[in-house]
């Protein structure tokens, strides 16, 4: 069975440039989660997503960052237009069962902003 | 607030070395406590849980102890392979048994296990 998988690997983008991420749960998971690893620091929580509806946004940092998951698959993290501190790793997660909450990462994309 | 602290890295040590990462967390209730590792090149690997107090997650060598009296899930492992270089993070969820929660990690040790 194949892992989360995360779309691009590593992005190298400049100041004022879009960026979309993608990330591909597990198949049958309908809990998707987005974090992100900055300047070598914790990670940190951005959203979940429940299906195709946003269950918690409140780790966004801001209303440059706009998630969606159309038809409850995958998802994306559009990062418009991207600043110097975004540059950093985001982890996209997938779980099955609330109750366990065993989430599972992707490889993560590594983003940088120039 | 929830939070997990770790020991600085990095870590390097010797094959064969006795491995300690020490980690504490702040958290109300009780959370589910787990060590997740990321493997150069790779993404984030589950390595061990635990999901109440007293219980001993463990895997591939690997052992740590959910100790609510101290607050703490240390890392252990007897015998360090140069396999074993990677980040280790300390996390917690701070509701494990209700409905979802975020997974809240600390800041990561980074070991290096030199031949």
């Known amino acids: 069975e194949a892992g989360v998988t995360q779309f691009p690997s590593h992005s190298v983008i400049e100041k004022g440039q879009t960026v979309t991420l993608r990330c591909d749960p597990i198949?049958?998971?309908?809990?998707l989660y987005w974090y992100r690893r900055v300047m070598g620091k914790e990670i940190k929580f951005l959203l979940h997503f429940v299906k195709e509806s946003k269950q918690d946004e409140s780790g966004m940092p801001n209303n440059r960052f706009l998630a969606e998951r159309t038809g409850g698959t995958y998802s994306t993290l559009k990062v418009q237009p991207a600043e110097l501190e975004d540059s950093g790793v985001y982890f996209c997660?997938?779980?099955?069962?609330?109750?366990?909450?065993?989430?599972?990462f992707g490889p993560g994309t590594r983003l940088t902003v120039l | 607030g929830n939070s997990v602290t770790q020991m600085e890295g990095p870590v390097t040590l010797s094959e064969e070395a006795f491995l300690t990462i020490n980690c504490t967390y702040t958290?109300?209730?009780?959370?589910?406590l787990f060590w997740y590792v990321q493997y150069p090149g790779e993404g984030l690997q589950l390595l061990l849980k635990?999901?109440?107090?007293?219980d001993k997650g463990s895997n591939k060598g690997f052992e740590a102890t959910y100790r609510k009296e101290t607050t703490s899930f240390h890392l252990e492992k007897g015998s360090v392979q140069v396999s074993d270089s990677a980040v280790y993070f300390c996390a917690l969820i701070k509701n494990g048994w209700a409905s979802y929660d975020k997974v809240i990690f600390g800041p990561g040790t980074s070991l290096s296990v030199i031949p």
């Open positions: 635990a999901t109440k107090a007293d």
């Open positions: 958290a109300t209730g009780y959370p589910s």
């Open positions: 198949s049958g998971h309908d809990n």
């Open positions: 997660a997938s779980s099955q069962d609330l109750r366990v909450n065993e989430q599972f």
